[in-house]
Structure formats: structure tokens, C-alpha cells
């Protein structure tokens, strides 16, 4: 094999491929790179079993090839070049990495030896705008499991797919996100659970000012994302996941409409006295077109109060800060609708019109307050 390439360009791919090599496992085909040039294209892939991402770049190819490099030791390398071009040359498993007056000359590993991607055969074919998809995971992958402590399927952000709607789902057992668009799509009704690291993986690689859409090939176990000139591949994950539908409240006793900045700064202003987001809670109370937020703690007492229009019973109601937070923060209107039926059940995030998304969140059980 032999191929010189725009090193920038190059390093670019190296370190976006990296994502998906999984250094805490100990095979080294897996550590490493997998290089494939042939009729002026060089495909870099990596992959760990569960998820990976390859792309192709235009190159001078010489001799086509295929070699696995160390990931690590190549992104190194690739970022330190300080020339223009950089030639890639392989007798067997030996590899000459030259630039300018730099020269390398590192082992690799028989190609041969690397693991051959999943592919999605007679999958439901789909295409997204960027823009749109990238607000949609937004608003729904900070409700995504971090841990597999309740569920692992809950690790996933679940899509839903109906004619001419699309819909993602994201739940922790502590909140819920729901965000829904219209979508090209008249195929019949699908879902599925993609993990939150290939979501964020995604996410890192969209351009929301690209006119290209994403194209989404989803199997029985697998889904590939083809976003600009990258490909990525992931197991779907398999379990059971929440009725989302039969969860979201239907009776509402108290309705708030609030400034979405106004009510994120009154209760980001009771953080520098908040020790533990579980154990100090801030205390929303609804009132008289006025919230008063308020929490205690070893480091003190805050109280603060922003305008609002309330409608309905007045409602005095635990939450974790963060949890709230994100919810207000995920939303990309000005102002919202929160819907409360009691302080012991979720409460509603909503636009001021429709539903197009939906952040719940579960109250914490307040103390009587000294």
C-alpha cells in the first residue's frame, strides 16, 4: 500500500475515527485503525464491537492496500506533521509515515485480522434534515440514562416512527423528554433504541448548516447513520421501554406561563448554596402570578422570586435543581407552559401552544421548612 494525502484532512478523519476505538480493550486489531486505499479513496474505520465509524478521503493512491494502525500512536503522529502532504507506505506489516523531513517507521497489524462491520440488508431506508434531527436530540439525550442502574434500554434514546411523524423519547426514571416532527416517512410503524454514546458520536459529526440530509438505514440489530462523509454503525439496544404515552398526565390542576430565561436564572441563583442536588431541593412555590424559589442548606438559606401567570391552584413543589434545569434549558422557546396537578406528581414543560415537545419531572418530597 502506498498513498499521500492532505495531512490536515487526514488528521481531521483520525480523530474523528478514534471516537469509536475503544481503548480498554486489550485486542489490539481493536486498539487500532483499519486503512483501506484503492481508486483514489482512503476509508479509515474503527470499530469496537458495538459501535463504529468509518470515512473516505480523496488520496493519491500508488499501490492499494489495507493495513490496521494502532489508533493512538497514529492520531499522535498525523497531529504533529508539520507538512502539507503526508505519504503512507506498507512492505507487509511495516508502515513508513513521511512528511517534510519527518520520517516514522512503526509496525502495523494484517488487516485480515480485523473484525468485518455489521451491515443492514433490507432495513427501513430513512432521511432526515440535520437541523431538524440535531434540535430533536437536543431536547430529548439530556433525559437518557447515563448508567445502567435501572434499565440498560433506558441508556438508549428511543425512536418512533409513524407516517409523516417522527418522535424521540429520552428517560431516566427521574424525567422524561418527548420532542416530535413532522417527517418524510410513510413506511409502516417502527421504533427503535439507539445507545447515547452513538447519539452524542452523531451529534459531534452533524452540520445544522449543511442543506445535506442524513440518511438512517435501520435493521433488526443494527442502524447506520450516514451523516456528510461519515458512516456510523451501532447495535440498537433491546429491552422493554416506558410507556411514554400512558405516562404524561392528563389532568392538570395549576398552569404556569413563564419567562423561560427569567425562571433559569431565579433558580440558578439558589446553586451557590446548594451542597447536594438530592438532598437540598429547591421549593417552588405558585402563587398570586409569582414563583418563589427557595432552598436551605448547611451553607445557607436562599430566596428568590421571579413573575409568572398562573391559572388554577396554587401549588408549593419540590424539585432537584438539575433536573428542572435541564428541562427549561431544553426548551427552545421564549417562554413555556408548566402544567402541575399536585406537589406529588410530574410536572409538565411545555410550549406556550401544541406539544411538540414534552419535558416531565418528578417532584422531590419537601420538609416542613424552619
Known sequence: MK???????????CNNVIRAVNAKVTIPTIEGILMECGSGLLSLTGYDFEFGINTTLN?????AGAIVINAKVLCDIIRKLADEEVTI????????????????????????????LPSVNGG?????????????????????????SNKPV???????????????????????????????YDGEPISFIVPKKTIR???????????????????KRHIIFEVENYSIISRLLDGEFLDYRTTVPSVTATTVLLNTRDA?????RTLPVIENNQKNPIRCLFENDQLRVSTVSSLGRVV???????????????FNSKFLLDALNAADTDEVRMEFNGAISPAKVMPLEGDSFIFLVLPVRLKNEN
Open 201 to 219: 458520536e452523531l451529534i459531534k459529526l452533524m452540520d445544522t448548516e449543511s442543506e445535506n440530509k442524513i440518511s438512517v438505514a435501520v435493521g
Open 304 to 318: 428568590d422570586y421571579t413573575h409568572v401567570n398562573t391559572s388554577g391552584d396554587r401549588v408549593e413543589i419540590g
Open 3 to 13: 498513498l499521500t494525502c492532505n495531512t490536515k484532512e487526514l488528521n481531521t478523519a
Open 264 to 268: 433559569i436564572d431565579c433558580i440558578e
Open 59 to 63: 488520496v493519491d493512491v500508488e499501490e
Open 89 to 116: 507506505e506498507t512492505k507487509g506489516t511495516s508502515v513508513s509515515i513521511i512528511s517534510g523531513a519527518a520520517q516514522y517507521n512503526i509496525t502495523g497489524i494484517d488487516a485480515n485480522d480485523y473484525p468485518e
Open 154 to 184: 433506558y441508556t438508549g434514546l428511543k425512536f418512533d416512527l409513524q407516517q409523516g411523524e417522527i418522535t424521540l423519547i429520552g428517560v431516566d426514571g427521574y424525567r422524561l423528554a418527548i420532542r416530535k416532527e413532522k417527517a418524510a
Open 124 to 148: 427501513y431506508p430513512l432521511e432526515l434534515e440535520q437541523k431538524m434531527l440535531y434540535s430533536m436530540i437536543i431536547q430529548t439525550v439530556f433525559a437518557v440514562a447515563d448508567t445502567e
